[in-house]
Every structure is written in C-alpha cells, then in structure tokens.
C-alpha cells in the first residue's frame, strides 16, 4: 500500500518501533528552534546534560516571546539564550529578528526534514512538507543532543481541498472551519494531510496558517505536498536548492477523510474562550469592537499584511478602535517600508508594535475591561490576552482589517471587491540578524551570562510504593497551560525563575491553589478531558512539581503536557471510567497503594478516597520508556542514573 507525507517522512526518520498508529516510534531529528520563553529552560538542561555541541543539521535559538524588559530578567534571559547559543553551535535569531516559526519558514525548513520546537505551533512548517512538531523544552535539548524523539505513530486524517476560496474568504477561514468540524481534541493522535486539487491555489505562507493552527486541534502535526508553489516560495527565499518534490503516492490510505468545498467557505470567526467555537462572521456582523490585533505566528506573512495595508489605504481606524500590527518577521517589516504599505498602515492609524509575539502571549496591549478583541491570532483562551474578561475573536487579516475601519464586526464580503495584491519580485534577503555559532574549536572559551533571575530547575521525586495525598484541586474539561501556568507581560519574566512562578500556577482558576498546594507538601490534581491542551510549556508541569504535585487524574491527555509531565515525574493516569471523575470532590484524602509497583507494570491501578470510601480504577496507559523515566522520578533523573 502507498505512503501519504506523514508516512514517508516518518520511514526515513525512524529509529525504534513500527509505523503502527498508537505504537510509539522514535524519530531522528533533523532540525531544532526553541523561543526565549521556552528556550532558557531548554538550554539550562542542555547544559545540565553535558552536551557541549549539538548533534542535529541546524539548531536556532529565537527571541520573540519576552521582548519587553519591564526590568533585567527578559534582558538578562536574552543575554543568557546569545551565548549559550553561541558555545553549543546554536543560531542566534536576535530580538527584533521575527516570530520563530514566521522566520524558520522563510530562512531555514526544509521539505522531507524533521523539526521539533519547544512551542506548540512549530507545526508551521508544515506549510513546506517539513514535519514540524511542537516539544518541552526538555525533549528538545536531547534532540540537539543527538538524541531520539519519541512520539506515539499517529493515525492519519486526509483533507481533501477542492475549488478555490471565494474573494474575501482567507487561509484562515480553512483552519476555522476544520476546527469547526473537528474541535479542539479532534486531532489528538493524527496527523492532518492535505491533499487535493484545491491544495494548488495555496501559496505557502497560507498553507502555513492551516498547518500552524492545526495545533488547535491537538494534531501532532500537518502536512502540505512539496511542490511547485513551495518551489516558488524557497526560490524567492533564495533557498531553491532546498527544494524536493515530495507527495503522497498515488495510493496512499487515510484512516479518515473530510473534504472542504474551498468555494463554499464564507469568512469565519471563532468565539470566546475557544478556538473551535466557530461562527460565521455574518452572524456577528454590527457587534462594537473595542481592538484588533494583526500578526502573530498565523497571520503575519508578507501576502497578510499586505492585504491588511491595502485594505486600509486611505481610511483611519474608527475613533473606537485600536488597531495594532506586528509584521512576522523583519523581512516582512523591511519589505513593508520599500513598498510603502507601512506608510498606509502608520497613515490609516495603526499602532505598528515590534516583529515579535506581542499581544498574542499578552506581552502587552491587553485589551480594557470587558473588551471585545478581534484578532488573527491563533488562540483566545479565557484571560490569555491578560484581561479576564475580554472577549476574544480569531478571525482572518481581512476581517481584521474591515472591522477595524467599521469600529463593529464586518463581514468583507459586504464590502465590494476585495484588494488586488502583488508581492514584490524579490524578497529582501538579509540575515545579519541571525547570529552564528562559534566554531567548535573557539567555543569552550565563550563564557556564558547568567542573570540572577536564572533558578534551579526542581527535580522530580522517585514515587514511592504507596501514594497518599489530598486532591488538591477540580478542573473540568479542555483546561489548558495558559490557565495552568499563565503567561503575559507580569509572568512570563519569570519563566526560569520556578519559585516565583509558581505564586500564579492555576490562579485563573483558583487563587488559593499555589498557597494550598505548598501547605499540603503533597498533592494530587484532578481534570476533564483534553487536559493541558494548548501550549508546549513545560513549565506548566515544572511548577506543579516545584508545589509538590505528585500525579494528574483525568479523563484525557493532551500529546506535549502528557510527555511534559512524565519528563519531570508528575504521573498522568486515567479514568476508565469518565463518569467516576464525579465521585471526587477538591479536598478528599486519596490513596494509591501500589503505586510505584502499578507505574512499573501495571495496566491499573485501584485509587481509594479515604473521604467517602469511593474505589476507582485507573489506567496507567505508558510506554516501557516512559515508566522508566516515571520510576527514576523524571528524565533528568534517569539521565544523572545512567551516566553513574
Ligand atoms: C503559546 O502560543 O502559547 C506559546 C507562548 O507560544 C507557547 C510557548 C510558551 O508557553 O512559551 C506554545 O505555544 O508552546
Ligand atoms: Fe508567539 Fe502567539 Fe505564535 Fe505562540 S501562538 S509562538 S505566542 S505568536
């Protein structure tokens, strides 16, 4: 039987086990990126690890999350990821340089290789046929270690793409609607493919919003052919020879399909607090808006902005909006200038914000209270934007665009004909931004600079053979790392400083928990369905485990927060039956006798609740090598056991 893209890139990467969905495989990685958000954990345990260079084709270390330097720390943390990177043979994207994922588009991904990131939408990549997959921090400094990356073999679903979109109708408004059909948790263990005579009419860069937002979905990661017009994107990058065809054969099976009618599509909006609560844009039309927001890692591309500026050529931004806008990359924003759109964006009112994450991370412009924010982001889960109750809509740069001129919710396709664009013949192509690496004989003379915001990493403790701790805390379903670990402009700062961290772990939902977590000494923490979906941060296990959190009950997992959890011992079980979540109530005594012999080789384990007599069985769903890591108390921990 033929291979679909997954499939192939998967074959020429593996190095342990079969290609069997659900079996876990170990792939070879090619290529790494991590951000400075991520990255400083990241490179403390590759340091931690002894790895003096790395092993992989190309490592890139950006700076895009923490840009503002309200104080020392972000600054201080930039300093630290430049030398780091510089004595490891890593690539330094400078601060101001772009959004990682915007920029290894442009710079760097290579149809047919692999790519992990330490950040969840590493699968824009995806755009190019490279095989991009978000990772923590941690799995990340083994890969540039040479080390193998596992994931589980992942089914596939096919969707097919016929027609064409309609004007006004945007890459965007494809991810919409397969969050739509699909729903947060409907790509957790698949692989999303595109195939189809629809997939032509994409360029790359709208391609790359699709594959970026398919994180949304939980997917491990998507796909797009290789193929003319991603000859034509590396070529205007001045990277042709990168190129290779690559496609599915021609009898490739997909576990499952859907099909979208691009024709059919209409401009899409999804609605507070999910990325999948989606409506048409018709629907919401005449509703006052307060903000907009322009860029991100989906919708920052030279064609996007372009659109945006075109749109508002000669108009202002309505008295009751403020609009920002935050070019993916310096390319972009350099190319932006020479063809003068920045100046119909400066000229119609737009507040022009630096080539990074920005509002997307709530590094600033956090809308006013009860605001109501459009933007072409890719997430608005509840308080992300640092405003808790502001209402956030994701939406395409069009109907960013129009609706920040209208002051309400506009649905373009009320607003005559659309905007011709035309990139420009050639791309501005400087890399002076992006820093090498010493060369292997200087670089164990870079001495590397910490700032005093740099804070041990916690280690995991080996479980013992009976787990008894209260239930410390109740979520329900789709919780994910924002409220576990929130981010914005006050947090984020603190990402290698767990200690203080920790005082706003799971404050969005409870303000107690960190208080009532150090008291307890020990805790277990019980949630829905899907739970820690969203980011790669492996903070939001980090800082469970620095308050003493032991073990996660819940219906279901999301792929990065449950290898997240294994990586620092925090044991992720199951209930088999959904419906017993309800016996457990926050503040009953729970036992787990035979814990560390069920993490060893069971399949169940019996959970007591000391409180009301309840017994619930619970999966211990593990490969061999995650209980070995879950035995040793953690990955660090086996690490330091083997190299004894
Ligand atoms: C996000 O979009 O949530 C982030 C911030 O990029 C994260 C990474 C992080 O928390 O640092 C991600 O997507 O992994
Ligand atoms: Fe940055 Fe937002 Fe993209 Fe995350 S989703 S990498 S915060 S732009």
Redesign the pocket.
């Known amino acids: 039987m033929g291979l679909t893209l997954a499939q192939k890139i998967i074959r020429d990467h593996l190095v342990s086990g079969t290609m069997r969905p659900g079996e876990e495989i170990g792939l070879r990685i090619d290529q790494t990126l991590t951000?400075d958000?991520?990255g400083t954990m990241a490179y403390l345990q590759l340091e931690a690890m002894g790895i003096e260079q790395v092993k992989t084709e190309l490592s890139v270390a950006y700076v895009d999350?923490n840009t503002l330097q309200a104080g020392f720390e972000n600054a201080d943390d930039h300093r630290y990821i430049r030398t780091v990177a510089a004595r490891h043979g890593i690539r330094f994207s400078r601060p101001g340089n772009g959004i990682c994922h915007q920029v290894h588009l442009e710079r760097f991904g290579v149809p047919g290789k692999t790519l992990i990131g330490s950040?969840?939408?590493t699968p824009t990549a995806g755009g190019l046929c490279m095989m991009g997959m978000?990772a923590g921090g941690l799995d990340v400094a083994v890969a540039m270690g040479g080390g193998t990356y596992y994931i589980t073999m992942p089914r596939i679903i096919g969707v097919r793409l016929t027609g064409r979109l309609a004007p006004w109708v945007s890459a965007k408004d494809i991810i919409l609607e397969v969050l739509r059909r699909l729903g947060v948790k409907g790509g957790v263990g698949a692989v999303l493919e595109y195939y189809g005579d629809g997939v032509e009419t994409l360029s790359v860069p709208q391609r790359a919003t699709v594959t970026n937002m398919g994180a949304e979905l939980g997917a491990t990661t998507s796909l797009f052919p290789s193929d003319e017009r991603t000859r034509e994107f590396l070529a205007r990058e001045g990277r042709e020879n990168a190129w290779r065809e690559i496609r599915p054969d021609a009898d490739a099976a997909y576990d499952e399909t859907l099909t979208i009618d691009l024709s059919a599509l209409v401009p899409l909006a999804a609605c507070p607090h999910s990325p999948d609560n989606v409506r048409p844009v018709s629907e919401l039309a005449g509703m006052p808006v307060d903000q907009v927001c322009i860029g991100s890692c989906t919708n920052s591309s030279m064609q996007d902005m372009l659109t945006v500026a075109a749109i508002l050529r000669g108009k202002t931004v309505a008295p009751n909006v403020s609009l920002s806008v935050s070019p993916g990359s310096r390319q972009v924003y350099a190319m932006l200038a020479q063809t003068g759109a920045l100046t119909d964006l400066i000229a119609a009112g737009a507040r022009i914000l630096e080539c990074a994450?920005g509002p997307?991370?709530g590094m600033g412009f956090s809308p006013n209270s009860g605001g109501i924010s459009l933007r072409t982001f890719n997430?608005n889960f509840e308080a992300r934007s640092g405003t808790k109750d502001a209402q956030v809509y994701l939406v395409s740069p069009e109907v960013a665009a129009v609706s920040a001129v209208a002051g309400v919710f506009c649905d373009p396709t009320t607003c005559g004909a659309p905007p011709r664009v035309t990139l420009p013949q050639t791309f501005d192509l400087d890399d002076n931004m992006i820093l090498p690496p010493a060369s292997p004989e200087e670089a164990p003379s870079v001495e590397v600079l910490r700032g005093p915001n740099i804070k041990p990493i916690p280690v995991g403790v080996a479980p013992a053979e009976t787990l008894a701790a209260p239930l410390i805390l109740k979520v329900g379903d789709n919780i994910t790392t924002d409220h576990i670990m929130p981010?914005g402009a006050k947090i984020l700062p603190y990402r290698s400083n767990v200690p203080k961290l920790s005082e706003y772990c799971f404050t969005v939902c409870d303000p107690t928990f960190p208080e009532r977590a150090k008291r307890a000494g020990e805790g277990i923490i019980v949630g829905g369905a899907n739970y820690g979906q969203?980011?790669?941060?492996e903070h939001a296990a980090l800082v469970p485990l620095y308050l003493g959190i032991r073990a996660v009950i819940a219906k279901s997992f999301a792929r990065i927060h449950k290898a997240n959890l294994i990586n620092f011992g925090i044991v992720p079980l199951t209930f088999i039956d959904p419906a017993d979540a309800d016996r457990l109530a926050e503040g009953d005594a729970l036992r787990l006798p035979g814990f560390r012999r069920a993490i060893a080789e069971g399949e169940t384990v019996t959970l007591y609740d000391d409180t009301t007599g309840a017994e619930i069985p619970l999966r211990l769903d593990f490969t061999a090598r995650e209980r070995e890591i879950l035995l040793a108390g953690g990955l660090l921990n086996l690490t330091k056991e083997r190299n004894l």
């Open positions: 951000q958000a991520t999350h950040d969840s939408h978000g994450c997307c991370i997430r981010a969203g980011s790669s941060r």
